[in-house]
């Protein structure tokens, strides 16, 4: 049980306490959210870190494309955006879309419209906040390539506006502060015929099913080390098939770790961090966690009114 609600300002939007993670996750594994809010809008999400003690922490979830959340949930607040933030809207080959967007569902109705550039994104499973967050890519395309700008909240609801240059996205990296709520980005493509675009996102979509199993999953575990690929360490260390409980290694793919059989995400972990060991023993090469992991192993219960008296 939590108290949490008691010390939390009233919101507009949906919010409520220990609400289950594991389905609004790819892994399919994870405890619940303390509290979960949906911000009715962004005035609301405004009024609420604005008027929120500060000593209780918030998390941001997006599609849950690419975290491992803990067998012991989230403490806190965790914020999911809503129907608010998923609009789209058009001007020439620019859009402002929503950091709640499901990318792939955005790169076809662009596609519809006749404006390319977005086709990488048709494989990927994200929202425009969290690919934005993490600079998604594949087939030699990322984020960055079509980032004009994105408007930010600070975590006490102060809006900030970056130019994509400033955000100094990379690999799966990004500058962007870990206290900041992406609420929406401007992205600009070119004009092309739809049946062209369609065509091609079609051709990734079949090409990336070739090559990466289906299931529980989360992506890529790992970021690819200098000059290697972090499947091919992993192979050659031996983890191919690997089981660990109800998780294992894919056989397809050799960086995706599958929920294949009621994994714990305590299963997915420790099945990580072997492969991170052996791989750092036979070869020197520290592997990076590219999945997100979020809270904690065990459920932990606090404080609040003491938290907040104590620390505001
Ligand atoms: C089958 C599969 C294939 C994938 N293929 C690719 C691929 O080809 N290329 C690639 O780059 N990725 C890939 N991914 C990983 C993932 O889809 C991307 O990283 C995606 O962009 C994450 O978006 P999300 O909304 O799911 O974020 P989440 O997984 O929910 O969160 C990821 C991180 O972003 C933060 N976050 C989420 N929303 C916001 C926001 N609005 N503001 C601030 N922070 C936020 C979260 O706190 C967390 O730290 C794949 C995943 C799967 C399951």
Redesign the pocket.
């Known amino acids: 049980m939590t108290d949490l609600l008691k010390y939390l300002p009233s919101v507009r939007g949906r919010m409520e306490a220990q609400i289950p993670l594991s389905s609004m ?2 892994f399919h594994v994870g405890g619940n959210a303390e509290v979960f809010f949906e911000p009715a809008d962004s005035d609301d999400l405004i009024h609420f870190l604005r008027k929120r003690p500060k000593s209780i922490p918030v ?9 491992l959340i803990r067998d012991g949930g989230i403490p806190g607040v965790v914020i999911h ?1 809503g129907n608010w933030f998923k609009r789209i809207f058009k001007e020439g080959t620019t859009f402002e879309v929503g ?2 967007v499901l ?1 792939a569902g955005f790169a076809e109705k662009a596609a519809h419209q006749g404006v390319s550039g977005f086709e990488f994104l048709s ?16 087939f030699g395309k ?1 984020i960055k390539d079509i980032l004009i700008e994105a408007e ?1 909240l600070d975590f006490q609801g102060r809006v900030h506006w970056m130019q994509a240059q400033e955000l100094e996205l990379s690999y ?1 990296k990004s500058t ?1 502060p870990k206290d ?4 929406r980005a401007w992205v600009r493509g070119n004009v092309l015929a739809p049946n062209l675009i369609l065509k091609c996102a079609e051709e990734l979509r079949t090409l ?1 099913a070739a090559h ?1 199993p289906e299931g529980y ?4 575990a790992f970021k690819n080390p200098e000059g290697k690929k972090a499947w091919e360490v992993i192979e050659s260390a031996g983890f191919r098939g690997m089981r660990k409980g109800g998780a294992c290694v894919s056989e397809k793919h050799t960086n995706f770790l599958m929920n294949v059989d009621q994994a714990s995400a305590a299963d997915i972990e420790s099945l990580g961090e072997e492969i991170r060991a052996k791989v750092r023993q036979n070869t020197g090469i520290n592997l990076e966690w ?1 999945i ?1 992991r ?1 809270g904690t192993a065990s459920p932990i219960v606090t404080d609040w009114g003491k938290m907040v008296q104590d620390k505001g």
Do not use: D, H, K
């Not at 494989?123 to 594949?138: D, F, R």
């Open positions: 996750t790819y998390t941001m979830l997006g599609a849950g494309s690419n975290v955006l950091a709640g990318v494989t990927i499973p994200g929202t425009m906040g969290g690919s934005i967050l993490m600079n998604a890519g594949c990322e930010a799966r962007i900041w709520i992406i609420v990336r990466q999953t989360a992506g890529s590219e997100v979020l």
